[in-house]
């Protein structure tokens, strides 16, 4: 079943470790993004991709990184992660063309102590 | 950049009753406006979208309005029932844009029986 994926859905994690969280869709989407929402709060746009190789940083300054060499696969890594960063990690996608609608995965809930 | 303000932040109705939630965007380039539902510890789901170029739009009891003169829009859900219990988040995509999404703040929507 075509889907976006999330791992881990839930990680605690110690100040300084570095991390990566991972994204993965079966929708054969061009377009991926990453949003920060703490919960029941706005959506935030931290990092967004056209395709692969191609990445740019969204509205809301984040420390993460993303990479895009698959165009199915689109990582965000944290090199020290701090208290501040805790909070969920929402992944989304869209096609090119026509339709604007984004499809999200699961979320990864994270809390950095 | 674009800005989207949603109001109100809560909103408490009978089962039955109608519910309106309302936004407002910045950018006048802004051409495409959805609105995502969120239940607790889930992803948000798209409900309904409208483009510029219409001006109400329905689907069986949730109904979009926009007005682009005065640049807001309007969910509009009626004969409420518990499952529609949700936070609801408005979005603003300006063509050209790469599909990036504004999201307001959200609208927390409880139906009490």
């Known amino acids: 079943e075509a889907d976006i994926y999330q791992t881990p859905r839930y990680l605690v994690i110690g100040t300084g470790k570095k991390i990566t969280l991972e994204c993965s869709q079966t929708?054969?989407?061009?377009?991926m993004y990453w949003y920060q929402q703490d919960p029941g709060m706005e959506l935030h746009l931290i990092h967004y991709?056209?395709?692969?190789?191609?990445?740019e940083k969204g509205d809301l300054s984040s420390e993460s990184t993303v990479s895009r060499i698959r165009t199915e696969h689109f990582p965000l890594t944290l090199e020290s992660a701090r208290p501040s960063h805790t909070s969920q990690y929402l992944c989304?996608?869209?096609?090119?063309?026509?339709?604007?609608?984004?499809?999200f995965g699961p979320g990864t809930r994270l809390t950095v102590t | 950049g674009e800005n989207v303000e949603q109001h109100p932040s809560t909103l408490s109705v009978q089962e039955g009753d109608s519910a309106v939630i309302k936004c407002t965007y910045s950018?006048?380039?802004?051409?495409?406006f959805p609105w995502y539902k969120q239940e607790l510890g889930k992803r948000p789901q798209l409900i309904i979208d409208?483009?510029?170029?219409?001006g109400e739009k329905k689907d069986q009891r949730i109904a979009v309005t926009l007005n682009k003169t005065a640049k807001h829009f309007s969910l509009h859900i009626t004969e409420t029932q518990p499952e529609d219990s949700a936070v609801y988040f408005c979005?603003?995509?300006?063509?050209?844009?790469?599909?990036?999404?504004?999201f307001g703040t959200g609208t927390q929507l409880k139906v009490e029986l």
């Open positions: 989304a996608s869209s096609e090119s063309g026509g339709s604007y609608e984004q499809y």
């Open positions: 929708m054969g989407h061009d377009k």
């Open positions: 991709s056209y395709g692969v190789n191609s990445t």
């Open positions: 950018d006048s380039a802004s051409n495409y």
């Open positions: 409208i483009r510029s170029n219409v």
């Open positions: 979005a603003a995509s300006r063509a050209g844009g790469g599909n990036k999404l504004t």
